[in-house]
């Protein structure tokens, strides 16, 4: 028996042509998302060294300094870090549960004639520019808050917290949505006949296996709030000071590089793009500590 | 034929002027480029993306003119580029309508700012914290403002609102009664109110004949080498009188 | 004790939800309640004036020019990038990388990215300040946005789907466009709405990359003003907050619009809507 | 060919000698005039049936005869599909199940098997002791001793008792099959449904399931579908012929393989072996 | 018991007369020496076997024995698992599978139907159309005919025919399984490879599925996995015994079932019945 190997059909050999084409398109896509991203944070970063490596200013006290003026050659970005940690921290623990739990409640519990109103409502909500997000904060938050805690200024900690919540809600209710309806109908069934509660289903069952989607949902959630900064500018009061509570205004990393950028000059702006480094190494932590957390609850 | 010649030359040819630059310059040169636009036909666009960006922008030649309203670091005079001034801006402190005080000395002010003073009852008012706004470090308002009053971004007093524009320190101080800003003369409005300093008021009239002190120049800045004809002739244009009649409109102050 | 449990939970599931929309309706009403005094055909249909308020004709134009160039670029790209991490790539370290390297992306504030595009778009590929120099950055914004909801919309497609249509014979791709793409559609759709929400919310990467402009763009290449940026420096510059609240209004009838075709158009694509 | 299975199931069980239904022991369920719709489509009609405690009821029938929907309405599961509406009683242990608000209790009372094994992504152990954690076992030795006693009742403890950490999805299908059912025995429920619990089994699994089901019949009333006739005679005391979703049939096992009174049924299990 | 079914195989088949195995007819697939790892585990040890051309041949055992996996190699579905290592040659019609790059024409010669069944979220129509549509058919009536004839082969015509352009998903279990059956044939494979292709199905399916793999065998190779004696007996030709991942016996399926040459394919064939 003779067992050559044989040559690719002619009728199919401009399949695997395309195929092999497509492959390519695909890798050279991913590659070209890389790369594009790449470039952003190699252009932050050599623009953010520079003023350590070339100009000799020390890194701790950027990191650890407390004042930053910079018409003075003053740049310590600790009360930001400091900042940026509570608002993000406390936008996490507010905008977290209310945005996944209203997620579960339009998968799984809304009427589907709610949830067919609301779905597509919150999706409008992801739309609204951030300016109006913070023009609403200004107008609205801003004054509540003052009045109502007795502060002579609303533009707080706290006001920041609540407008990044606000902006995170409609990509994690989004996208927490679409991966819990994704979950196999198999797995609601086996466990409502095990005698479970609908709420039970939920949490031990539906909710787990959606993990990979909220974990999404939450990093592409937070992006968007850190990402988008012209709200906190109006409603952080961007003060220069080490939060020591909810009402302190303050200024997170991101407000500090939009705020100043327009005006920056120089080892001024080479400053700013190290902010900007700073928050990358931050952003790249939380998402680590939050994979872990995912990880774990999976156990 | 004609329209895609439009559109290919849209950046650099001779019958589009393109100016970027400072956010405060931009709505008097956008009132001042309709004007002339309507007169002369030419194509003039107008960037407000603020000073630095502007200047960045002259400098390599994205754009022909930049507009600024602070002065030129020296590394920036370095790179060849001239200034115009084309108008003056008249600073102006603002408070809360509802804000008793309504005149300040410009030591008061000096007090305000830097912290030394922390409750309007000593300045004359109620009994409340006062709550300062100030704009961003870099801001050409800032700069002037801190140059006239006396202190340095370093006095300023931590625990101060930083706005990022006129319009948001309007707006911080529409929506507060303790605070106290500064804004430029053309955006006052009726939801604050302004403030005298030395009893004379925040008026371009007072600002020409020298009574009233809180000013500061806006600038156009070019190189000479990318500047074209009809770049020239607008920055005549803006000089001329009738130029200077438009700036004296929207509430700045007039080059004589 | 568990029927309290589950009560409790019940509970916050109906008052998040409340919550959400409450909020929903707080700041789409206080928008309308500030800005519907200006919403007049003059205003939306004519052109721009710096003095006194004019239209925002132009404006209207430019975004929906940065809409849909960003997306025509930035889907695909996504789509497919998405395609090659899940079903194409080894699922090995790198790839894990690559997501990793994404998903931090996606929290760089976007006046980096602006000043990111000002460089590299408008300088150094000489674009100048331009609406495709703006769609190309934004293009970048969103990738990490599309890769990441169609990433998980792929993954929930069953294995079965693939296997059956590989077994008759089929290519990859055939199966790909035929069969997994089109199961994949509501994920790809929420992560396409979610890119329109951030490309039109944007401002601050706008404006470093395509200018403030405020005249009608006279093509791709021209520097142009879109809404977002104008309510942005309607508000920092002059506190004009009813106008950047009109502003918002037709914002937020333009996304609804957009909204609704996506849904149609992907409908339309998966033909039996299964 | 007929007459040796029936032979079979006769001499191997012995239960000829039961003549009467109904007419002994205690009735565990009862179903009077239920009817059943998917929102227009009716599914059930009028279905009568008394299902003896401890005994192994079969339901047989071709496919989409309303087997599987009327195994649903016995825990209520039914209620998850949308527009389904039921007329007619179902009384389990003197309580009608549809006039009751505790579904959970119903559900905790009548145990399911499903026809594809759906075990969640969880680990072995997690998957058996879900349903006691549900109704709030907290205590580990006790939950330790639900799951092997489980996991031994479903005749698969030794397979698994050195991988219960491990995720459940890793097992073979067989396997799989029977960790659902060690789920569904360690609520410790009183009646258990099968939707053709061994369709996916090889013979020697399916023997396993079957003598499983033997002997589970000490302590509970189990209702089975099966596809499969020889089965229906091996493990069932009597059996239910659907057809349209009518009980064309219902009687002793043995009498419906040997001399069943309706033309369809005859030409339904002859068919079989056509 | 075990007789019974051979007896009622012989006379149904009358092929008791093909006494030696691979002594008639032409070798359709030649099996050499097949190893196959799942990264470091063994699933298959040294398989050999001849297929021939238009008979069928069951492969049975128990559960994880390796007969899905044998299966796959035939059409390669094992490519789309990492870490399969392969060892050995398979030679169907003189080409070493192995050995060809062209996977498309091997897997459009050897059509393949899943134990579950796996239809695309689309219409029956596309479903049964889409393998032909992917080799480039465009003509409607080409494709009418293809489509009516496939479904008319795996004998579901008349129950679908009415709702072709309806969803493939709203069929019953059974319906599904012989719609796969059709969109396997509709590709005119000269192998088909069936992986316990009744398992889900009633009786009467069951025996519509048979008799169509009777029909088949006129112009087809088929490879079947089943779980059900009876229906390897009733069905086959020639039946290979799987054990752990080696090929224990294999011959004559009157062989086999009446006097097996193993003892452990006697244990399995009879502890089916114990
Ligand atoms: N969710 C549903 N919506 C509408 N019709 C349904 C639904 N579920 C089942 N049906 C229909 O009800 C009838 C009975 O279905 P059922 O699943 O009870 O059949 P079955 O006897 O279990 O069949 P099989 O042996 O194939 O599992 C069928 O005609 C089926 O198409
Ligand atoms: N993807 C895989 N990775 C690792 N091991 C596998 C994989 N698929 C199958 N196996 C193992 O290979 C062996 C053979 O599996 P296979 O699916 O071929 O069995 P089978 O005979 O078809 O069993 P069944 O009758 O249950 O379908 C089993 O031990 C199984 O656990
Ligand atoms: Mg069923
Ligand atoms: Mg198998
Ligand atoms: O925005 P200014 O630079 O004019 O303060």
């Known amino acids: ?299 | 034929g004609n329209n895609n010649q439009e559109t290919e030359s849209s950046n650099n040819s001779s019958d589009t002027i393109s100016i970027s630059g400072s956010t405060s310059v931009g709505p008097l040169a956008e009132k001042i480029a309709e004007k002339y636009m309507e007169e002369n036909g030419v194509k003039i666009e107008i960037n407000q993306i603020g000073s630095s960006a502007g200047i960045t922008n002259a400098t390599s030649g994205v754009s022909e003119i930049g507009m600024s309203s602070r002065d030129l670091k020296e590394e920036e005079k370095a790179n060849g580029l001239k200034e115009t001034i084309i108008a003056y801006d008249g600073i102006v402190v603002v408070t809360h309508p509802s804000n008793k005080v309504k005149d300040l000395t410009i030591e008061q002010v000096k007090d305000i700012f830097t912290g030394k003073v922390t409750n309007w009852k000593e300045l004359g008012g109620d009994d409340m914290e006062i709550v300062v706004v100030s704009r961003e470090d870099g801001s050409g308002s800032r700069d002037a403002f801190q140059e006239i009053v006396g202190y340095s971004s370093g006095e300023l007093v931590r625990s101060s609102i930083i706005a990022s524009g006129n319009g948001n320190i309007k707006t911080t101080v529409a929506t507060n009664k303790h605070a106290v800003g500064f804004i430029s003369f053309e955006y006052i409005d009726p939801s604050i109110s302004t403030v005298k300093i030395n009893g004379v008021e925040a008026t371009a009239e007072n600002v020409l004949q020298q009574k009233y002190s809180l000013s500061r120049p806006f600038l156009f800045v070019h190189k000479e080498e990318l500047l074209t004809d009809a770049g020239r002739q607008f920055i005549d244009y803006i000089l001329s009188s009738e130029g200077q009649a438009i700036v004296a409109e929207t509430g700045a102050i007039p080059v004589k | 004790m568990r029927k309290f449990k589950d009560n409790l939970l019940r509970g916050f599931l109906w008052l998040s939800a409340f919550l959400t929309v409450a909020i929903l309706v707080m700041i789409v009403g206080f928008i309308f309640y500030k800005g519907f005094r200006l919403i007049n055909i003059d205003f939306i249909f004519s052109d721009y004036s710096p003095s006194g308020h004019g239209g925002i004709w132009p404006m209207i134009v430019t975004t929906i020019y940065t809409i849909v160039i960003s997306l025509i670029i930035a889907t695909p790209i996504g789509i497919f990038a998405a395609v090659y991490l899940q079903e194409y790539a080894k699922q090995g370290r790198l790839v894990k990388l690559i997501r990793f390297a994404t998903e931090s992306l996606t929290g760089i504030p976007s006046i980096i990215y602006g000043l990111f595009g000002a460089v590299f778009f408008v300088t150094t590929l000489k674009l100048g300040m331009s609406i495709i120099a703006a769609s190309l950055t934004l293009t970048i914004i969103v990738l990490p946005v599309i890769i990441r909801t169609t990433e998980e919309s792929l993954k929930t497609v069953p294995h079965s789907y693939r296997e059956g249509s590989l077994a008759l014979g089929t290519t990859k791709l055939q199966t790909l466009y035929k069969v997994i793409l089109p199961s994949a559609m509501p994920g790809i759709l929420s992560g396409i709405i979610l890119s329109i929400g951030r490309i039109v919310g944007e401002s601050a990467a706008i404006f470093l990359t395509a200018g403030t402009v405020a005249a009608m763009p006279e093509g791709i290449f021209s520097s142009a003003r879109t809404l977002t940026v104008h309510s942005f420096l309607v508000t920092q510059e002059s506190g004009d907050i009813e106008l950047a609240a009109a502003v918002g209004i037709v914002l937020i009838v333009i996304i609804l619009v957009l909204n609704l075709s996506a849904t149609f158009i992907s409908k339309k694509l998966n033909k039996a809507d299964y | 060919m007929n007459t040796t299975v029936v032979e079979h199931n006769k001499a191997g069980k012995g239960n000829v000698s039961q003549m009467n239904q109904q007419s002994e022991g205690t009735i565990k369920i009862s179903v009077r005039d239920l009817d059943l719709f998917y929102g227009e489509k009716q599914a059930l009609y009028s279905v009568n049936l008394d299902i003896q405690e401890k005994e192994v009821t079969a339901l047989i029938g071709p496919s989409g005869c309303g087997k599987s929907t009327f195994l649903r309405t016995l825990n209520r599961m039914n209620d998850l599909i949308d527009n389904v509406k039921i007329n007619g009683d179902i009384v389990i242990d003197n309580e009608n199940i549809y006039q009751t608000n505790d579904v959970i209790k119903l559900r905790t009372k009548v145990g399911m098997v499903f026809q594809k094994a759906n075990l969640f992504p969880m680990s072995i152990y997690d998957n058996v002791a879900y349903g006691p954690r549900m109704q709030g076992i907290k205590n580990k030795k006790e939950l330790n001793s639900i799951v092997e006693e489980s996991l031994r009742g479903a005749a698969i403890w030794d397979e698994v008792k050195d991988r219960l950490k491990t995720s459940a999805l890793g097992l073979s299908g067989g396997q799989q099959q029977r960790v659902c059912i060690a789920r569904a025995i360690a609520m410790k429920p009183e009646i258990i449904l099968m939707d053709e619990p061994t369709s996916a089994l090889d013979p020697i699994s399916t023997l396993k399931v079957e003598e499983l089901i033997e002997n589970m019949k000490k302590d509970y009333t189990i209702v089975i579908v099966t596809h499969n006739m020889q089965q229906a005679a091996r493990v069932s005391d009597k059996t239910a012929f659907f057809l349209n979703g009518e009980v064309v049939e219902y009687d002793e096992t043995s009498k419906i393989f040997s001399l069943p009174s309706d033309q369809r049924t005859e030409d339904y299990i002859t068919g079989r072996f056509g």
């Open chain 1, 1 to 299: 028996m003779s067992r050559q190997p044989v040559e690719i059909g002619k009728s199919n050999r401009r399949k695997y042509m395309y195929e092999k084409l497509s492959s390519r398109l695909f890798q050279l896509c991913a590659l070209l998302s890389v790369i594009s991203l790449l470039l952003i944070v190699g252009f932050v970063f050599y623009k953010g060294s520079l003023p350590f490596v070339a100009d000799g200013y020390s890194f701790i006290d950027f990191i650890f300094g407390d004042d930053w003026v910079p018409s003075e050659d003053k740049f310590g970005i600790f009360p930001m870090i400091v900042a940026s940690i509570f608002a993000t921290l406390g936008a996490l623990i507010i905008g977290v549960p209310i945005g996944l739990f209203t997620a579960i409640f339009l998968a799984e519990i809304a009427p589907k004639s709610i949830a067919k109103i609301i779905s597509p409502a919150v999706q409008l909500l992801a739309g609204i520019p951030s300016v109006l997000y913070g023009v609403f904060g200004l107008a609205i938050i801003v004054p509540f808050l003052q009045n109502n805690l007795n502060l002579a200024k609303g533009q707080s900690l706290l006001a920041v917290i609540l407008v990044l919540a606000i902006m995170m809600l409609p990509t994690i209710v989004t996208v927490a949505e679409t991966a819990i309806r994704a979950v196999p109908k198999t797995y609601r069934e086996g466990s409502l006949a095990l005698g479970a509660s609908q709420i039970g289903t939920i949490f031990k069952v539906v909710v787990p296996a959606a993990k990979s989607g909220i974990m999404a949902a939450i990093v592409l959630g937070l992006g968007r709030a850190i990402g988008e900064t012209m709200a906190v500018i109006l409603v952080a009061g961007n003060s220069l000071v080490i939060p020591t509570s909810l009402t302190d205004s303050v200024r997170p990393l991101t407000t500090n590089i939009a705020l100043e950028m327009g005006y920056a000059f120089g080892t001024h702006q080479e400053m700013l793009f190290a902010t900007g480094i700073v928050l990358f190494s931050f952003i790249l932590i939380l998402n680590f500590v939050l994979a872990k957390i995912s990880a774990k609850g999976g156990n």
